[in-house]
């Protein structure tokens, strides 16, 4: 029996850097509903898609594009909390995958969404999945706002950082080994519920990406490798912008 796959979209209105974005407008539809289109270009069907929001503006802009949505409280510290909340609300099983997809992304390629669907489907003994693609450019190296995946054997993410990492000690030049981490998730629903039953790790605190939180208390990640990053996402007025240049010409 095919395991059941879900997609939740976590689209908050109480952006720091942009409040509403999800309700901002490109070629004359709201950023969450182009996420969902990429989504159902991966072959996921729309009633396996939710978008998960605490605001009923973004609700009611969901339910007149006549898409799923699911509200959930306000206070949730992320968007795994938030998808927590979902499964919960709608009784997804244990053995329910569900896949993060973030609702800033609306050129998220689809055929990540499908390859990680198929990697989570295929790794059960994985308790998190992700992706991660090469770095190419010092610049990239040692930005800390790119954050790097160690990656072991068999797909295994060892750690995530944002410290240039691994250093080649052969070659100090060369990044063959460093890897960018693409910011989309896929869980089975009983991992889910683990990983948001634990506290913030002092490695999460330190640096500031939840992932460690799960590597802390031992549950495991791995990763798909894909050979380019999707195009960033909207976080500021300025991506916004210059995503509205981008879409007008395609």
């Not at 009633?47 to 605001?55: E, L, P, R, S, Y």
């Not at 799923?68 to 927590?84: C, K, M």
Request: proline share 6%; net charge negative.
């Amino acid at each position: 029996m095919n395991t059941q796959i879900k997609v939740v979209i976590p689209a908050r209105y109480g952006s720091t850097r942009l409040p509403g974005k999800p309700l901002l407008e490109l070629n004359d539809k709201p950023i969450y509903w182009h996420v969902v289109q990429r989504v159902l270009e991966a072959g996921i069907q729309i009633q396996n898609i939710v978008v998960a929001t605490d605001n009923e503006r973004i609700a009611q802009s969901a339910i007149n594009e006549s898409v799923p949505v699911q509200l959930t409280a306000e206070d949730h510290v992320s968007g795994t909390d938030r998808i927590n909340e979902v499964a919960f609300l709608k009784g997804w099983g244990n053995d329910v995958i569900v896949l993060n997809v973030q609702g800033d992304e609306p050129l998220i390629p689809h055929q990540l969404i499908s390859n990680l669907a198929e990697f989570t489907r295929s790794n059960p003994n994985f308790s998190i999945t992700t992706a991660v693609s090469p770095i190419k450019t010092e610049r990239d190296y040692i930005n800390p706002n790119v954050v790097k995946a160690v990656i072991g054997e068999e797909n295994r993410a060892l750690y995530f950082t944002r410290s240039p990492s691994p250093f080649n000690r052969n070659d100090p030049n060369s990044y063959a080994q460093a890897y960018r981490h693409i910011g989309i998730y896929g869980y089975r629903v009983g991992a889910l519920k683990k990983f948001c039953s634990y506290s913030e790790s002092r490695l999460e605190e330190c640096e500031k990406l939840e992932q460690l939180r799960a590597l802390s208390h031992g549950m495991s990640i791995g990763a798909i490798i894909i050979e380019d990053a999707p195009p960033h996402g909207v976080d500021t007025a300025q991506d916004y912008e210059q995503l509205k240049l981008l879409m007008d010409t395609k």
